[in-house]
C-alpha cells in the first residue's frame, strides 16, 4: 500500500496497513528518519511507558478526541517495536496479532468453545487455571510467593507493585503487630538513609532510598491509603500552584529570588485553596 494514499480512503485493516507502511519507512535505511533508524527496543521502553501513561490520563479525562489520539501514539509503539522486530526476523505485527488473539480465544472457552460458567468468580478461576497450564504449573498447586510477587515487580509500575507485594507479603504472615512497629522502621530507614548519603556509594543510596519508600508504601496501606495516586495528587497540586505563580509573576519564574518564590508559592496556595473552598 501506497504511503501517499488519501487517509480519508481508508477503511478496516487498511487503516492499520497504512500505518504499518509508513513506519516501515520510518525504518528504511533510503529515505527514512535517522531518529527512528536510531531507535532500538530497549531505547524505545520510555516511549513506551510514557504513551501508556498518557492514554490513561485522556481516559481518566474523558475526552474522546483525547484518548484517540494516545490510542493512536501507543499503537504506534506496538508497530514500531514489531518492525524493528521483523528487521531482524524475529517476529512480525502480524505474528503479535495472532498471537494474542489465540491467547483470548484459548482463555475465553465459555465464549468460543462450550465451556459453561455462572459467576464472574468461575470465568476468573478459570482464567486462572488456563494461565496456570500455559505456564507448564500444576494449575491446583499455589506458586510460591516470591513467583506471585515478582509478577508484580514485572508488570506494574513500582509505586503500584509495591503496594501489591506489601498486601500480599502482609497476607502471608509478614506483618507488624502495630502501627507503632511500621513508624519504627520508617525511622529506622529514614536514619540508614541519611547514612547512605553520607558515603559517595551511589548504589547503595540507591538501595537505602528504595527500603525507605517501600517503608512509606507499607505505611499508607496500614492507613488504607493508595501512594500512586497520592503521589499523582501531589503532582497535579505543584503544578497548578506553579501556573498560578506564573499568572502573577511580571517576568520568568527564574529571574526571583528565593525567598520571592516562597511569597509566591504561598500565595498560589492559598488562592487555590480559596478557590476549592
Known amino acids: 500500500m501506497s504511503t501517499s494514499e488519501p487517509l480519508e480512503s481508508l477503511t478496516g485493516l487498511e487503516a492499520i496497513q497504512k500505518l504499518v507502511a509508513v513506519v516501515a519507512q520510518l525504518r528504511s535505511p533510503e529515505g527514512g528518519c535517522p531518529w527512528d533508524l536510531e531507535q532500538t527496543p530497549e531505547s524505545l521502553i520510555p516511549y513506551v511507558i510514557e504513551e501508556a501513561y498518557e492514554t490513561v490520563d ?13 490510542l493512536g501514539d501507543l499503537l504506534l509503539q506496538v508497530v514500531l517495536q514489531a518492525q524493528i522486530a521483523r528487521e531482524y526476523q524475529q517476529f512480525t505485527l502480524e505474528d503479535v496479532a495472532t498471537r494474542i488473539s489465540e491467547k483470548l480465544i484459548r482463555r475465553h472457552p465459555h465464549v468460543f468453545a ?8 468461575e470465568i476468573y478461576r478459570n482464567w486462572e487455571q488456563i494461565k496456570a497450564l500455559e505456564k507448564g504449573e500444576d494449575p491446583g498447586v499455589e506458586p510460591p510467593l516470591s513467583r506471585q510477587l515478582s509478577r508484580y515487580a514485572r508488570s506494574l509500575p513500582p509505586l503500584t507493585a509495591a503496594l501489591k507485594i506489601s498486601r500480599k507479603a502482609a497476607a502471608a504472615g509478614f506483618e507488624w503487630e502495630t ?12 536514619g540508614e538513609f541519611q547514612a547512605a548519603l553520607a558515603s559517595d556509594d551511589k548504589e547503595h543510596q540507591q538501595a537505602e532510598l528504595g527500603d525507605l519508600l517501600f517503608t512509606v508504601v507499607n505505611l499508607a496501606r496500614w492507613y488504607d491509603l493508595d501512594p500512586s495516586a497520592a503521589l499523582q495528587g501531589t503532582n497535579h ?5 506553579l501556573e498560578q505563580m506564573e499568572a502573577v509573576a511580571d517576568r520568568p519564574l527564574s529571574g526571583y529570588s528565593l525567598e520571592q518564590l516562597e511569597q509566591l508559592w504561598q500565595q498560589a496556595k492559598a488562592k487555590l485553596k480559596q478557590s476549592q473552598s
Open 114 to 121: 462450550d465451556l459453561e460458567v455462572q459467576t464472574m468468580e
Open 58 to 70: 485522556a481516559i481518566q479525562n474523558g475526552n474522546p478526541q483525547d484518548i484517540c489520539e494516545e
Open 237 to 241: 497540586r505543584f503544578i497548578r500552584r
Open 179 to 190: 502501627i507503632d512497629g511500621v513508624w519504627d522502621k520508617f525511622r529506622e530507614e529514614l
